[in-house]
């Protein structure tokens, strides 16, 4: 398996068969097929047999997939069958929300750092945390390890954290600031901009 | 034009596009390239010009795109010309984090009205809003003629409270609950989930 040679719009549905998968895991569930996989998540049977037969032979014909074996071949192809440091960079409201968040336990993921520029919040607790000044971002993060941050700032500090945050070593950008952010190849950035996702709806209204 | 012709794609860039323009157009530029404009926002400039040539003659040939009527145009195109009143249900901590978001704000959406199921929760304030009890989503929703909602309930109300939104006439659901939803055709759904977000870049670390 080549990382390169799969397209990016098929890794970009295997996060959503898994987590598909694990709901159904959780409720008790042993096998699936491609078409009960598929109504759950929107997607053909047909897509969902091509997609995930990019990686190996994970189903067979006739009993289909067992759930609990496609999700531990799922999460190693998306590296989180271990769990990755995350640091938060911004604690205003959506970074308050994304300290508190419970949907990243299971998932591959865990906030360990919160930072802010803001002299009044440094020090403070959010969740089980205390937030650090993003001027030591850099010397914190870099020994830690964590190739993760989520970013959570204004749109005009938002290019000027990336910076540092690649500087630290960071590899993969969650970025809730309303701006792109220009990165290094070898660096990847997602985009969470609910007025972005808001408008690509109201185009087919 | 018609909507259907025009791939999801080519729909899925526009705000992104339309985002660059507005904060040029609030750095006072005026006019624009393909070029620049790519590489603010991460795409080609070939890619931009045959994006925008959907939709008609925007640019000139050595003058590039005047950025007022540009912004404008996509504006239309999008239906962000008017501004979208939103439901938001679910008052936990990203949906008081969402009641407070500045970034609706001259982009086409305007929360209007915040619901949760919690008796505790109800009657009290988040932000501007008054929280409803979502026993009465369909009652205060449908009148009020509203067709964009965000959903930030638990997976397991998610479906349930969708299927209300959409007996009360909503076309348009943000969802954050972690969890594929199933709505008729003309009902759009656009997904917000952090953990999918890191998952799509994890598999390249």
């Not at 531990?72 to 069958?81: A, P, Q, S, T, Y």
């Not at 950008?173 to 901009?193: F, M």
């Amino acid at each position: 398996m080549n990382a390169n040679k799969i397209p990016d719009i098929i890794i970009g549905r295997l996060p959503v068969y898994l987590r598909a998968l694990q709901r159904m895991a959780d409720s008790g569930l042993k096998t699936t097929s491609s078409q009960e996989l598929g109504e759950l998540v929107g997607v053909s049977a047909a897509q969902i047999r091509k997609d995930i037969s990019q990686f190996g032979e994970f189903g067979k014909q006739g009993t289909g997939y067992a759930i609990v074996y496609l999700i531990e071949k799922l999460r190693g192809i998306l590296k989180v069958d271990k769990i990755w440091d995350v640091a938060l960079i911004g604690a205003g409201d959506m970074g308050h929300a994304l300290a508190h968040y419970q949907g990243f336990a299971n998932r591959g993921f865990r906030v360990v750092m919160v930072f802010d520029n803001d002299k009044s919040k440094i020090g403070k607790n959010v969740g089980e945390f205390t937030i650090e000044d993003t001027a030591h971002l850099v010397e914190r993060i870099k020994p830690a390890g964590i190739k993760t941050a989520m970013l959570t700032v204004p749109a005009t500090a938002a290019q000027s954290v990336a910076d540092q945050l690649i500087q630290a070593g960071v590899k993969a950008i969650l970025n809730y600031a309303p701006i792109s952010i220009n990165v290094p190849n070898n660096v990847k950035v997602q985009y969470i901009d609910p007025s972005i996702h808001l408008q690509r709806m109201t185009f087919y209204l």
